[in-house]
T-cell receptor
């Protein structure tokens, strides 16, 4: 069965510092991988996705993620964090071959940004 | 504007009430979903509809009843809920294609008293 693990429940980063959020997945084949962000009182917004090809994917808001098959990881990175990046971040895995096959989400990592 | 609109944003209901949550998407997607988001728990998939047909019911109690009259609208009818049903209920939609990403609404914050 598919599963997603986000080992860090809460991370605090200084504004301007770099960020890496960890995500490990379990799936028998190459999965579809996603990172979403959720601000308080809002729904989830897609940051980026990996389907195939280049293992380093670029997303919105200056985020990027790297797929490492050997480590079953898909870590999210940002070189310089802004205060507005404080939010909850979710990694998700999907293997659907047709619409309607839903994603499996991790428990999320809450990012706090200190000044 | 997310393209997926949920109403109401907040709802407080007693355990004997009947209420409905509404979701509408203007993205031309064919699949729609209900997720439950509780504190300190992963998002829980509740229901999936594809071309108006329910394709997944993730062992959800019968006090939650979904309805999908067309590909643009999705409802979640609620009756005789329990306090543990208090959560953020998120609607999402997705287009055709393998691994298509979900597009979420802003959710309905439900409190059961």
């Amino acid at each position: 069965a598919q599963s997603v693990t986000q080992p860090d429940i809460h991370i605090t980063v200084s504004e301007g510092a770099s960020l890496e959020l960890r995500c490990n997945y379990s799936y028998g084949a190459t999965p579809y991988l996603f990172w979403y962000v959720q601000s308080p009182g809002q729904g989830l917004q897609l940051l980026l996705k990996y389907f195939s090809g280049d293992t380093l994917v670029q997303g919105i808001k200056g985020f990027e993620a790297e797929f490492k098959r050997s480590q079953s990881s898909f870590n999210l990175r940002k070189p310089s964090v802004h205060w507005s990046d404080a939010a909850e971040y979710f990694c998700a895995v999907g293997a659907g071959a047709s619409p309607g096959t839903a994603l499996i989400f991790g428990k999320g990592t809450t990012l706090s940004v200190s000044s | 504007e997310t393209g997926v609109t949920q109403t109401p944003r907040h709802l407080v209901m007693g355990m004997t009430n009947k209420k409905s949550l509404k979701c509408e998407q203007h993205l031309g997607h064919n699949a729609m979903y209900w997720y439950k988001q509780s504190a300190k728990k992963p998002l829980e998939l509740m229901f999936v509809y594809n071309f108006k047909e329910q394709t997944e019911n993730n062992s959800v109690p019968s006090r939650f009843s979904p309805e999908c009259p067309n590909s643009s609208h999705l409802f979640l009818h609620l009756h005789t809920l329990q306090p543990e049903d208090s959560a953020l209920y998120l609607c999402a939609s997705s287009p055709e294609g393998e691994g298509a990403p979900l597009h979420f609404g802003n959710g309905t914050r439900l409190t059961v008293t």
